[in-house]
């Protein structure tokens, strides 16, 4: 992946942005007060990304919060109860929706309508498009039927009510609007300066747009299998990732996120890394289990034992104890449902270099993601080439579909790639090809138990992106996940969905109700999304 530097324009977007959210009512009563007429949409595109993974509310609230909590990845922090024990917080489920449709929303599809018909920026409007599909993805496969064709529209005209689409029909348009962006898209055409992912390089954006398309198009899996299918070969002969070279991530600068306009840093991390080290969460038993069962090489590296110096803040000021730890008690973290201080461990005396014999507590024994994953310069990856080398697996095995290897060529391609991505990592290990030949051979599918091993490593794969974990999983069933229930639970099973604002039921009743009527009358956290089938 190519890397970039933040240009200072986006900064002038943002305080154009500002500007325009607090225009003076007087002016030009000709011009629309919310649209500036001389905005670059190259630069609403490079906000839009660098948001996607730098927005602190919306990546505390959907990924550390509840998404990876939910699907066991992460838990032990009081603030991780929402996701991994159930309580019901409609705010956190709302966060994605409230900031995401007037601020990302708005402005990829403002690029998109400066950039239609404009034949000196073909290639800015189809990277748009392609974006639209990425970002509104995120959305619907967390709440279901949502605004789509009129959502943009509506927030950039002054509209409060828009319709609610279909999560079928989204997913229509979707397919068809990534066939139709790649096509556009040509090497000679106007050069994408301000692309934060791939600086402009359409040959890595059909990948891109391609892969996207694989995806969304295992999603319909269960709900609809046959265009399932239809869509996945689509996808492949279109052309998909072929190595871990054509990675879609964001590289983050080393700036601490915030809750205001400070978005250069990976907003995943600082939503861990801005809590006590007692208050940032540990790594779920859950994960631990599959990983060790599996030999899995990354378990030493990405499970790591912390002494904090006072609790401190600051990720430098922990000390790893890692192998004093664990070759006393072994690897242990969290429990689905379980606090940092529940399961008390009696407190073990080792030689801290430059502490002497320090005591070191339960909550210091149990693991935590290791300080190379979450630095404020760690990248986010949004589709790597493992995920498709699973899915292709996955549907290989599903439907015995050719792609040029059979299920367990790919299912071990996916488990080497997934690898091989941890250094991309500032500090990350660099696993080795032994390692990975040793995994691969350890862990051939099983008759009957391919799907189950596919997605399963799939959803390893995916720490750290929540979302798409939690999509994954909810399509899939894999891993097989036992519901954490304690006293504090609010439902007895896991969710399946995100509900909808309170927003809209003030604002858009009318259109919200016909969109309830679709999850069976009851907009519950507990119904299911269109594609979400048992």
């Not at 601020?103 to 073909?122: C, F, M, N, P, Q």
């Not at 090497?187 to 747009?209: C, H, I, M, R």
């Not at 996916?414 to 990350?428: D, E, H, K, T, V």
């Not at 504090?488 to 016909?514: G, H, K, M, W």
Request: hydrophobic content about 35%; glycine content about 6%; charged content about 20%.
């Amino acid at each position: 992946m190519k890397k970039y530097l933040i240009k200072q324009q986006i900064f002038l977007l943002l305080m154009l942005l500002a500007l325009m959210s607090s225009c003076n009512k007087f002016g030009n009563l000709n011009e629309d007060p919310t649209k500036s007429s001389s905005l670059d949409p190259s630069y609403l595109l490079s906000y839009v990304q660098l948001r996607y993974s730098g927005d602190l509310t919306i990546n505390e609230r959907t990924t550390i919060i509840m998404t990876m909590p939910l699907v066991q990845q992460i838990g032990g922090a009081y603030y991780n109860r929402y996701g991994f024990e159930y309580v019901y917080d409609r705010p956190y489920m709302s966060e994605l929706w409230e900031i995401g449709y007037p601020d990302d929303v708005l402005s990829i599809v403002d690029a998109i309508s400066r950039t239609t018909g404009d034949s000196e920026k073909t290639n800015l409007n189809a990277i748009c498009r392609i974006m639209k599909v990425y970002v509104f993805s995120r959305i619907t496969d967390l709440y279901g039927d949502i605004p789509y064709s009129e959502a943009g529209d509506g927030y950039i005209n002054g509209t409060v009510k828009p319709k609610f689409d279909s999560q079928e029909s989204i997913y229509d348009n979707f397919f068809a609007e990534l066939d139709s962006a790649v096509a556009e898209l040509n090497p000679s055409k106007d050069a994408v300066t301000q692309d934060l992912y791939y600086n402009g390089n359409v040959t890595e954006w059909k990948k891109f747009a391609n892969s996207l398309h694989l995806r969304l198009a295992m999603r319909l899996s269960k709900v609809d299998p046959d265009k399932a299918q239809t869509e996945v070969m689509k996808a492949y002969n279109a052309g998909l990732f072929t190595s871990n070279s054509d990675i879609c991530l964001m590289k983050h600068q080393n700036v601490q996120t915030t809750y205001s306009t400070e978005i250069r840093g990976n907003a995943v991390s600082a939503a861990i890394n801005q809590y006590p080290d007692d208050g940032r969460p540990r790594i779920c038993n859950t994960l631990i289990n599959e990983m060790k069962s599996t030999l899995d090489p990354r378990l030493q590296y990405i499970a790591r034992a912390y002494w904090a110096v006072n609790s401190a803040d600051a990720l430098s000021a922990r000390v790893d104890i890692t192998d004093s730890i664990t070759s006393r008690i072994g690897v242990i973290g969290i429990d689905p449902g379980h606090y940092v201080y529940d399961d008390y461990l009696n407190p073990i005396n080792i030689n801290i270099p430059g502490y002497g014999m320090t005591a070191v507590p339960s909550n210091s024994q149990k693991v935590q993601l290791a300080d190379w994953l979450i630095t404020n310069d760690a990248p986010y990856l949004h589709l790597t080439y493992a995920e498709v080398e699973f899915l292709l697996a996955e549907a290989a095995m599903r439907w015995n579909l050719n792609f040029g290897a059979d299920a367990q060529t790919l299912y071990h391609n996916g488990m080497a790639a997934a690898c091989r991505q941890l250094s991309l990592f500032n500090g990350g290990p660099v696993i080795s090809d032994a390692q990975i030949q040793s995994f691969q051979n350890s862990n051939p599918l099983t008759p009957g138990k391919e799907l189950q091993q596919i997605d399963t490593q799939l959803w390893v794969t995916l720490l750290l992106n929540g979302p798409e974990a939690y999509a994954n999983w909810r399509r899939t069933g894999f891993p097989q996940l036992t519901p954490a229930i304690t006293t504090e639970s609010q439902t007895d099973t896991i969710p399946r969905r995100f509900v909808y604002p309170l927003s809209e039921t003030e604002q858009n009743a009318q259109n919200l109700a016909e969109a309830v009527k679709t999850l069976g009358g009851t907009d519950s956290w507990t119904a299911r999304v269109w594609w979400d089938k048992q």
